[in-house]
Nanobody, 117 residues
Framework: VQLVESGGGLVQAGGSLRLSCVSS????????MGWYRQAPGKQRELVASINRNGFGPRYADSVRGRFVIFRDIARNTIDLEMNSLNPEDTAVYYC???????????WGQGTQVTVSS
Protein backbone atom coordinates (compact mmCIF):
# COMPACT_ATOMS: atom_id res chain seq x y z
CA VAL A 1 0.00 0.00 0.00
CA GLN A 2 1.28 3.44 -0.91
CA LEU A 3 -0.09 6.70 0.44
CA VAL A 4 0.52 10.08 -1.20
CA GLU A 5 -0.56 13.35 0.40
CA SER A 6 -1.19 16.71 -1.22
CA GLY A 7 -2.69 20.07 -0.34
CA GLY A 8 -0.35 21.46 2.29
CA GLY A 9 0.93 25.00 2.20
CA LEU A 10 1.07 28.37 3.89
CA VAL A 11 -2.11 30.02 5.17
CA GLN A 12 -2.93 32.90 7.47
CA ALA A 13 -4.54 32.34 10.84
CA GLY A 14 -8.27 31.91 10.46
CA GLY A 15 -7.92 30.44 6.99
CA SER A 16 -8.66 26.99 5.60
CA LEU A 17 -6.82 24.21 3.81
CA ARG A 18 -7.84 20.84 2.48
CA LEU A 19 -5.45 17.92 2.51
CA SER A 20 -5.90 14.86 0.32
CA CYS A 21 -4.40 11.39 0.51
CA VAL A 22 -4.58 8.88 -2.31
CA SER A 23 -3.90 5.24 -1.60
CA SER A 24 -2.75 2.68 -4.13
CA UNK A 25 -1.70 -0.95 -4.16
CA UNK A 26 -3.65 -3.45 -2.05
CA UNK A 27 -6.29 -0.91 -1.06
CA UNK A 28 -8.90 -3.60 -0.37
CA UNK A 29 -6.84 -4.61 2.66
CA UNK A 30 -7.02 -1.14 4.22
CA UNK A 31 -9.25 -0.65 7.23
CA UNK A 32 -8.97 2.51 9.32
CA MET A 33 -7.29 5.55 7.78
CA GLY A 34 -6.38 8.82 9.36
CA TRP A 35 -4.23 11.91 9.59
CA TYR A 36 -1.42 12.48 12.06
CA ARG A 37 0.72 15.55 12.53
CA GLN A 38 4.10 16.32 14.00
CA ALA A 39 5.21 19.79 14.98
CA PRO A 40 8.88 20.64 15.54
CA GLY A 41 10.09 19.26 18.87
CA LYS A 42 6.83 17.42 19.52
CA GLN A 43 5.63 13.85 19.20
CA ARG A 44 3.50 12.75 16.30
CA GLU A 45 -0.17 12.91 17.26
CA LEU A 46 -3.42 11.63 15.83
CA VAL A 47 -5.53 14.39 14.30
CA ALA A 48 -8.48 12.44 12.89
CA SER A 49 -9.34 8.93 11.80
CA ILE A 50 -12.17 7.21 9.98
CA ASN A 51 -13.08 3.58 9.43
CA ARG A 52 -13.72 1.84 6.13
CA ASN A 53 -17.42 2.54 5.95
CA GLY A 54 -16.94 6.20 6.82
CA PHE A 55 -18.84 6.05 10.09
CA GLY A 56 -17.71 7.19 13.54
CA PRO A 57 -14.86 9.56 12.69
CA ARG A 58 -12.62 10.41 15.60
CA TYR A 59 -10.92 13.75 16.23
CA ALA A 60 -8.29 15.10 18.58
CA ASP A 61 -9.78 17.52 21.08
CA SER A 62 -7.63 20.30 19.68
CA VAL A 63 -9.25 20.09 16.22
CA ARG A 64 -12.80 18.92 16.94
CA GLY A 65 -15.29 21.34 15.46
CA ARG A 66 -12.69 22.83 13.09
CA PHE A 67 -11.47 19.85 11.06
CA VAL A 68 -13.53 17.31 9.12
CA ILE A 69 -12.28 14.02 7.71
CA PHE A 70 -13.83 12.48 4.60
CA ARG A 71 -13.32 9.10 2.99
CA ASP A 72 -14.16 8.02 -0.55
CA ILE A 73 -13.73 4.27 -0.88
CA ALA A 74 -14.35 4.30 -4.64
CA ARG A 75 -11.55 6.84 -5.21
CA ASN A 76 -9.29 5.39 -2.48
CA THR A 77 -8.92 8.79 -0.90
CA ILE A 78 -9.28 10.50 2.43
CA ASP A 79 -9.43 14.26 2.76
CA LEU A 80 -8.98 16.52 5.75
CA GLU A 81 -10.85 19.81 5.63
CA MET A 82 -9.15 22.21 8.05
CA ASN A 83 -10.92 25.42 9.05
CA SER A 84 -10.19 28.23 11.50
CA LEU A 85 -6.52 27.37 11.39
CA ASN A 86 -4.21 28.81 14.00
CA PRO A 87 -0.42 28.81 14.36
CA GLU A 88 -0.61 25.81 16.73
CA ASP A 89 -1.80 23.75 13.75
CA THR A 90 1.57 24.22 12.03
CA ALA A 91 3.09 20.79 11.49
CA VAL A 92 3.89 18.11 8.96
CA TYR A 93 0.69 16.17 8.33
CA TYR A 94 0.91 12.47 7.55
CA CYS A 95 -1.64 10.15 6.02
CA UNK A 96 -1.86 6.79 7.80
CA UNK A 97 -3.61 3.48 7.24
CA UNK A 98 -4.03 0.18 9.06
CA UNK A 99 -4.71 -3.06 7.29
CA UNK A 100 -7.88 -4.96 8.15
CA UNK A 101 -6.00 -7.39 10.42
CA UNK A 102 -4.32 -4.65 12.42
CA UNK A 103 -0.95 -6.15 11.57
CA UNK A 104 0.49 -3.65 9.12
CA UNK A 105 0.39 0.10 9.02
CA UNK A 106 1.36 2.50 6.27
CA TRP A 107 2.50 6.13 6.19
CA GLY A 108 2.63 8.81 3.55
CA GLN A 109 5.65 11.03 3.09
CA GLY A 110 4.01 13.99 4.83
CA THR A 111 2.90 17.43 3.73
CA GLN A 112 3.83 20.68 5.45
CA VAL A 113 1.12 22.96 6.80
CA THR A 114 2.23 26.36 8.04
CA VAL A 115 -0.17 28.83 9.65
CA SER A 116 1.08 32.38 10.03
CA SER A 117 -0.19 34.70 12.74
Amino acid sequence: VQLVESGGGLVQAGGSLRLSCVSSGSTDSISTMGWYRQAPGKQRELVASINRNGFGPRYADSVRGRFVIFRDIARNTIDLEMNSLNPEDTAVYYCHAYDQWGVSEYWGQGTQVTVSS
